[in-house]
């Protein structure tokens, strides 16, 4: 049995982090085991409160469960404080090197709740040096990198600083509606210099939909966990996600949950 290991907060409705890892990992046929970061406490309308878990409880956490077994990929999403993110980057020593790291950089929620405190932000390059692959969405390149990003050059040269200064094997920019059309931005290393793929989305108008960033980034682990190579990893996931948007649902009273069926290439 392949298995994932999603390192994320906790979110009550079960729209986004731990909950909704879980059953997109489901979805996509491998078993999943996670290790929580952060409580918060919200609804469907916005988050209320977040509350960091104990640094060492972390480190605790990905310590005991990395010395029963090795998952086959590993996501990271929120961290919530420095400390955290320092657990969660001590704790991963323990991950033998070719496991395949997939970072959501997390740093606000939509409603602008923070979920990452700032001065965490400069050091996420830490991490990001172990990863795969790494899927801000536009506005987390942008803070990250110090850009604007307000056309398709724009996207491929924050990219470029994430590859390159930030050090993650490939970039995966997503929400590229607000510059045109709404295409992602996939950047990959090919022998020292970056070559871009622009993937082809189209507009969904389902309203607002809650976890999206999430379930992207745990499908594109999920397929990792079982083997496939990166583009098709991403391919996978991007289409998978389509439909679950596609079928989303109103539960509460604000954004809608996305439904994660069983993936069928
Ligand atoms: N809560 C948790 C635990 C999350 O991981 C996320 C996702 O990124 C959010 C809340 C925010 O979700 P949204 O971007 O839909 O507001």
Not at 91 to 104: M, Q
């Given at each position: 049995?392949?298995?994932?290991?999603?390192?994320a907060g906790s979110?009550?409705?079960?729209?986004?982090g731990?909950?909704?890892?879980?059953?997109?990992?489901?979805?996509?046929?491998?078993?999943?085991?996670?290790?929580?970061t952060a409580?918060t406490?919200?609804?469907?309308?916005?988050?209320?409160?977040?509350?960091?878990?104990?640094?060492?409880?972390?480190?605790?956490?990905?310590?005991?469960?990395?010395?029963?077994?090795?998952?086959?990929?590993?996501?990271?999403?929120m961290?919530?404080?420095?400390?955290?993110?320092?657990?969660?980057?001590?704790?991963?020593?323990?991950?033998?090197?070719?496991?395949?790291?997939?970072?959501?950089?997390?740093?606000?929620?939509?409603?602008?709740?923070?979920?990452?405190?700032?001065?965490?932000?400069?050091?996420?390059?830490?991490?990001?040096?172990?990863?795969?692959?790494?899927?801000?969405?536009?506005?987390?390149?942008?803070?990250?990198?110090?850009?604007?990003?307000?056309?398709?050059?724009?996207?491929?040269?924050?990219?470029?600083?994430?590859?390159?200064?930030?050090?993650?094997?490939?970039?995966?920019?997503?929400?590229?509606?607000?510059?045109?059309?709404?295409?992602?931005?996939?950047?990959?290393?090919?022998?020292?210099?970056?070559?871009?793929?622009?993937?082809?989305?189209?507009?969904?108008?389902?309203?607002?939909?809650?976890?999206?960033?999430?379930?992207?980034?745990?499908?594109?682990?999920?397929?990792?966990?079982?083997?496939?190579?990166?583009?098709?990893?991403?391919?996978?996931?991007?289409?998978?996600?389509?439909?679950?948007?596609?079928?989303?649902?109103?539960?509460?009273?604000?954004?809608?949950?996305?439904?994660?069926?069983?993936?069928?290439?």
């Amino acid at each position: 049995m392949r298995t994932a290991l999603s390192i994320a907060g906790s979110d009550p409705t079960g729209g986004a982090g731990l909950q909704a890892d879980l059953r997109v990992f489901q979805a996509h046929g491998v078993h999943g085991s996670g290790v929580v970061t952060a409580l918060t406490v919200q609804d469907t309308r916005r988050v209320h409160q977040v509350i960091p878990v104990l640094p060492s409880i972390v480190l605790d956490q990905l310590r005991v469960l990395l010395d029963d077994f090795s998952p086959d990929a590993v996501k990271i999403g929120m961290l919530g404080s420095d400390d955290v993110k320092r657990s969660v980057e001590v704790g991963l020593d323990a991950l033998p090197p070719n496991i395949p790291i997939v970072i959501d950089p997390i740093l606000n929620a939509s409603d602008g709740t923070p979920l990452l405190e700032r001065q965490a932000w400069k050091g996420l390059k830490g991490l990001f040096e172990r990863c795969t692959l790494a899927t801000p969405n536009l506005a987390e390149a942008e803070l990250l990198t110090d850009m604007k990003l307000e056309s398709r050059a724009d996207c491929e040269r924050a990219a470029e600083v994430l590859l390159f200064d930030f050090g993650c094997g490939a970039v995966l920019i997503k929400g590229g509606h607000r510059i045109g059309k709404p295409d992602d931005l996939l950047a990959l290393k090919d022998s020292g210099s970056a070559r871009f793929e622009w993937l082809a989305g189209h507009w969904i108008d389902s309203g607002r939909v809650h976890g999206t960033g999430c379930a992207l980034a745990s499908a594109v682990t999920a397929q990792l966990a079982r083997g496939q190579p990166l583009d098709k990893a991403v391919n996978h996931a991007r289409q998978w996600l389509i439909a679950a948007i596609d079928d989303a649902q109103t539960v509460g009273a604000g954004a809608s949950l996305l439904v994660t069926r069983n993936f069928v290439p």
